[in-house]
T-cell receptor, first 118, second 112 residues
Framework: EAGVAQSPRYKIIEKRQSVAFWCNPI?????LYWYQQILGQGPKLLIQ????????DSQLPKDRFSAERLKGVDSTLKIQPAKLEDSAVYLC????????????????FGPGTRLTVL | GQNIDQPTEMTATEGAIVQINCTYQ??????LFWYQQHAGEAPTFLSY????GLEEKGRFSSFLSRSKGYSYLLLKELQMKDSASYLC?????????????FGRGTSLIVHP
């Protein structure tokens, strides 16, 4: 079974530039997540999609970050304009179904995109 | 709010046993996950505990005490490849979401 695919793997930009990341989840997975992982910290959820609808984007800095999941499959995360503190690894994950009480649903993570903002 | 604490770094010897602790303070609780993350790679799932007690899976075991807000991951017969970061993540539905919140992770270094 193919895993979660992400591209690019690495990106270096200057502050105030724009950048976009792409994610292709595991086939058949309805739920897709974007996480930000700053060096030395655990992943922090930015946004969760169920099919092509947003379930939770409470921690997404909406003044500069945006995400979409057209047709409920691939997703893109954009930062415009980037700041120095956006330097991090951006992880995409997917799961079969949305998280609900009492049900364990494993999240499968992609390899991530390492962003460096200079 | 949520507070998840883990030691920042631990070292152990190949072949030994190591216990990585995780304490949490959350408004609600609906399960605790452990993930392994090798440097530069994505986290991979290790275990999920929702009831008190010990869950064993090969060389890895995970324990949960809900009343104490405490969990540990036990790694036996350590191998060099076990050198990685171990992330504790807790599901707290009090905020309206069942997405787990991750701790900072414990970096485990296994030496010969």
């Amino acid at each position: 079974e193919a895993g979660v695919a992400q591209s690019p793997r690495y990106k270096i930009i200057e502050k105030r530039q724009s950048v976009a990341f792409w994610c292709n989840p595991i086939s058949g997975h309805a739920t897709l997540y974007w996480y930000q992982q700053i060096l030395g910290q655990g992943p922090k959820l930015l946004i969760q999609f169920q099919n092509n609808g947003v379930v939770d984007d409470s921690q997404l800095p909406k003044d500069r970050f945006s995400a979409e999941r057209l047709k409920g499959v691939d997703s893109t995360l954009k930062i415009q304009p980037a700041k120095l503190e956006d330097s991090a690894v951006y992880l995409c994950a997917s799961s079969l179904v949305v998280s609900v009480a009492g049900r364990y649903n494993e999240q499968f993570f992609g390899p991530g995109t390492r962003l460096t903002v200079l | 709010g949520q507070n998840i604490d883990q030691p920042t770094e631990m070292t152990a010897t190949e072949g030994a046993i190591v216990q990585i602790n995780c304490t949490y303070q959350t408004s609600g609780f609906n399960g605790l996950f452990w993930y392994q993350q090798h440097a530069g790679e994505a986290p991979t799932f290790l275990s999920y505990n929702v009831l008190d007690g010990l869950e064993e899976k090969g060389r890895f075991s995970s324990f949960l005490s809900r009343s104490k807000g405490y969990s540990y991951l036990l790694l036996k017969e350590l191998q060099m490849k076990d050198s990685a970061s171990y992330l504790c993540a807790v599901r707290d539905p009090a905020g309206g979401s069942y997405i787990p919140t991750f701790g900072r992770g414990t970096s485990l270094i296994v030496h010969p």
